[in-house]
Each structure stands twice: as C-alpha cells, then as structure tokens.
C-alpha cells in the first residue's frame, strides 16, 4: 500500500506568513492526491484536487503543486482563518490513504 | 443543496452491534462514490473504504476487511457502515464522503457520526 508523509508535523506562523507543507508518497502517484483542511470539531474541507487544482469557493492564496512522489500545499499569505491542520490524501487503486497531517497555529 | 447527512451519536457497549447512515440529497446519489473516513479521538484521518451506489461496487482499505461492512440503499440515497461485534477501540468520529465525478478529491462531507463503545 502507498504510504504518505507529511512535513513538518507542526508549524508555528503569524498572520501574513507564507506557508509551505509538503506530502510525499511512497511511489508515483501521477496527480492523484488532494488536500484537506480540518478545524477543531468540524469535518475537513477539501482544498487542492487533481494535486493543482482549487476547489470552488477556496480562497486564491491556496495553491497545490507536484506530481510523482513530491507535492505542495502553500498558503501564500497566512489569514487567521487558516489556522488548522492540513491532510494529503492520495487516490491509488481504490486505497486512498490520508497523510498524517500537519498542524499548523498561531506563533 | 448538495449534503450528505449522517445519523446521530451513538453509545454502545463491546460486543454489540451498530449501523450508521449517511443520506445524500441535491444530486444523483447512483452517480458518484461514497467513501468512510475514521478520526479517533485526537488523531489524524483513515481512510476505511468506498462504495458505488450505483452498483454497490464496494472497496476496502486492508486495514478495515472484514472489520466492518459497506453497503448502500440507492432508493433511499443512504450510504451504510456497520459493525456485528463492536470493541472499545472503535471509538472514534466516522465521517462519510462524497468523491468528486470527475477528478480526485472528496468534495461533499457529512458532519460526522461520533461512536462511544464503552461497558
């Protein structure tokens, strides 16, 4: 089963900040991966389809890139909003795991 | 409105057993893959398996075979998970997920069944 890792686990970040998270899969997976956002007691948003692509309604500043084994999820100016924890998932073969996810909070 | 609406919190001793639901309105339930997501308490998300309504072409992630079931009841667009013997470590948020028709991603999300199993 493909495997996918996050980093970093956690990040501290002041509004305004550009963020960086990145998720690696164990083996190619072409452009099958999305991003989530999840806050506390909520169930998670999608961000970033087809590993670049904005779902409707997501900000700009949300941006996805990457193919293969190595992608990206930047948040080009930190809003207070964005403070939450953020989820790759990879779409292989019908097993679709999540990474770990990455918290990310205020500095 | 498109939604998928779960059922309700549940408390269940081990042992027992346990069906929750997940409806789908404002679309064409037949037309696109429900998944199930597991979040234990202050952990990230699994992915446990997906199913076509459609067909009931169902999947499961290795992890959760034979650990629960998947099924789906197209002419009431509810999507099913359930478990014949329940156990303590199955305690955890269930969410269930709509797959985008045309590209990778879970784009519609219930608001997520919490299950207790606790004697």
């Known amino acids: 089963a493909i495997q996918l890792t996050q980093s970093p686990s956690s990040l501290s970040a002041s509004v305004g900040d550009r963020v960086t998270i990145t998720c690696r899969a164990s083996q190619g997976i072409s452009s099958a991966l999305a991003w989530y956002q999840q806050k506390p007691g909520k169930a998670p948003k999608l961000l970033i389809y087809d590993a670049s692509s904005l779902e409707s309604g997501v900000p700009s500043r949300f941006s996805g890139s990457g193919s293969g084994t190595d992608f990206t999820l930047t948040i080009s100016s930190l809003q207070p909003e964005d403070f939450a924890t953020y989820y790759c998932?990879?779409?292989?073969?019908?097993?679709?795991?999540f990474g770990p996810g990455t918290k990310v909070d205020i500095k | 409105e498109v939604q998928l609406v779960q059922s309700g919190a549940e408390v269940k001793k081990p042992g027992e057993s346990l069906k929750i639901s997940c409806k789908g309105s404002g679309y064409s339930f037949t037309s696109y893959w429900i998944g199930w997501v597991r979040q234990m308490p202050g952990k990230g998300l699994e992915w446990m398996g997906i199913?076509?309504?459609?067909?009931?072409?169902?999947r499961y992630s290795p992890s959760f075979q034979g650990q629960v079931t998947i099924s789906a009841d197209k002419s009431i667009s509810t999507a099913y998970l359930q478990w014949s013997s329940l156990k303590a470590s199955d305690t955890a948020m269930y969410y269930c997920a709509r797959r985008g028709s045309s590209f990778l991603g879970m784009d519609v999300w219930g608001q997520g069944t919490t299950v207790t199993v606790s004697s």
């Open positions: 998932q990879q779409f292989n073969n019908y097993r679709f795991t």
């Open positions: 199913i076509y309504p459609g067909d009931s072409d169902t």
